[in-house]
């Protein structure tokens, strides 16, 4: 197995690998957090504006999480360095 | 799949020398064209009695909207002085969104550096009206609560969160777009129109949320007479002036 192949294959499981782990904590943060903001208005409909506006500013958090993830496996994906430092020198194609 | 499938800064339309002219400039200044032409149409012709046209209603509706906004999150300042740039960020990321819709539009947002851009304008907002609302002394002092121990961490908080409003917008406005053009190679019927909706909502929201976490950054800069606050300053200074 040639170095090109091989950083082409870790690259690929890396970047699944990335995003699948990387969905996770996100998912179950933000299904918490929209449960206690449910349940927030649901005790208190006055305060709907409020309690909304800070779920979606506590969501955005959460989610630049997984955003990151997502970023890193996009790079490793379509951008990879070394991917191009191979190819610039003329490793196969 | 190549690099300019990720970003559109890679789509260069032409080259003047080292600078290359390429679909981020072009779309950032036809989003810029268009909300001041528009902003012109309506403002040549304002009406305060009897009645008014549509575009001056619906102008007027989402600049009170954004002063309501402003005004709740910073704790009741006078929106004044947010809202040129508040308004202008939240406008000029609305229009870019939604017009990712459009076909043959890239939206600039989906590109880092506009996103940058954006986030260190915020960063440099929020020094700028923090100084100007408490003085140079005063604010610096933000670093050092609770304790001083916590000032590398109060540093370093400054710069991430300025890197997660970049790299937040860009990853969500990009992953619209990829999706959208993953999707039409997969499934070309129905399927990605359901996704261009999702990605018109995350745009949306994506928007709402950029405009209001930078004006939380700056009323956590500017916002000294808070309650929880009030009790504190007082034992510390005693008399302090209402600005």
Not at chain 1, 28 to 35: I, K, T
Not at chain 2, 46 to 63: A, C, D, F, H, P
Request: with cysteine.
């Amino acid at each position: 197995m040639d170095s090109m192949s091989l950083i082409g294959m870790i690259s690929i499981f890396t970047a699944g690998i990335t995003i699948a782990i990387g969905a996770i904590g996100p998912a179950l943060g933000e299904g918490r957090a929209v449960a206690a903001a449910l349940s927030a208005i649901a005790q208190q409909p006055d305060e709907t504006s409020t309690i909304t506006r800070t779920l979606f500013v506590g969501l955005a958090m959460i989610e630049s999480t997984a955003i990151y993830c997502f970023v890193v496996s996009m790079i490793v994906l379509f951008a990879n360095p070394f991917w191009d430092a191979v190819q610039a020198a003329g490793g196969g194609g | 799949m190549q690099l300019k499938d990720i970003s559109p800064d890679a789509v260069v339309y032409y080259s003047i020398g080292p600078f290359d002219l390429n679909a981020t400039i072009v779309f950032t200044w036809g989003i810029m064209a268009l909300l001041v032409i528009t902003s012109m149409i309506v403002t040549a012709n304002l009406s305060t009695t009897g009645k008014m046209g549509r575009l001056q209603n619906m102008l007027e509706i989402i600049v009170q909207g954004m002063r309501d906004q402003i005004r709740e999150i910073s704790g009741g300042q006078e929106p004044g002085i947010y809202l040129p740039f508040i308004g202008t960020l939240f406008l000029f990321i609305l229009v870019s969104n939604i017009l990712a819709v459009v076909p043959g539009f890239q939206p600039p947002t989906a590109s880092l550096s506009t996103t940058a851009a954006l986030a260190v304008c915020v960063f440099l907002a929020v020094f700028i009206y923090g100084i100007a609302k408490q003085g140079v002394a005063g604010y610096f002092k933000h670093y050092l609560k609770p304790t001083p121990i916590m000032l590398p961490f109060n540093i370093i908080g400054e710069f991430s969160r300025t890197l997660a409003l970049a790299v937040r917008l860009f990853g969500n406005m990009m992953s619209g777009v990829k999706i959208a053009g993953i999707l039409l190679i997969v499934v070309p019927l129905i399927f990605p129109v359901v996704m261009q909706v999702l990605g018109l909502l995350t745009g949306v929201i994506q928007a709402y949320i950029f405009a209001v976490l930078a004006m939380v950054y700056i009323a956590s800069a500017t916002r000294t007479h808070m309650e929880s606050q009030q009790k504190a300053e007082a034992q510390e200074q005693g008399e302090s002036d209402n600005g």
